[in-house]
Nanobody, 125 residues
Framework: QLQLVESGGGLVQPGGSLRLSCAASGFTLDYRAIGWFRQAPGKEREGVSCISSSGGYTNYTDSAKGRFTISRDNAKNTVYLQMNSLKPEDTSVYYC??????????????????WGQGTQVTVSS
């Protein structure tokens, strides 16, 4: 069964950090870009970050720039999202998604072929 599984979410205080993981099962991530998205209650899912298949290119949306870092370890078949200086407005369900190509070309849903089930991140004191 082909799937992406996110982990690492939880409750954290404002200013804290979390590292999310996205592990692939049943296939290799080596040849595909990976995107991270998030969805807050009552809001549309939005792109956060993307990393190319080699890891040589990364992209961040304004909400993530300067605070989040995306990385990947193809040997472990896993992509990470390190989130620092978290704010209450970062509270969302975070999803990783497998791009249809090996490069980052935006965050339109049609450009992503497989989605994980999501992991909840709550930033609150």
């Amino acid at each position: 069964q082909l799937q992406l599984v996110e982990s690492g979410g939880g409750l954290v205080q404002p200013g804290g950090s979390l590292r999310l993981s996205c592990a692939a099962s049943g296939f290799t991530l080596d040849y595909r870009a990976i995107g991270w998205f998030r969805q807050a209650p009552g809001k549309e899912r939005e792109g956060v970050s993307c990393i190319s298949s080699s890891g040589g290119y990364t992209n961040y949306t304004d909400s993530a720039k300067g605070r989040f870092t995306i990385s990947r370890d193809n040997a472990k078949n896993t992509v990470y999202l390190q989130m620092n200086s978290l704010k209450p407005e970062d509270t969302s369900v975070y999803y990783c998604a497998l791009a249809t190509g090996n490069y980052c070309s935006g965050y339109e849903y049609r450009k992503y072929a497989l989605w994980g089930q999501g992991t909840q991140v709550t930033v609150s004191s």
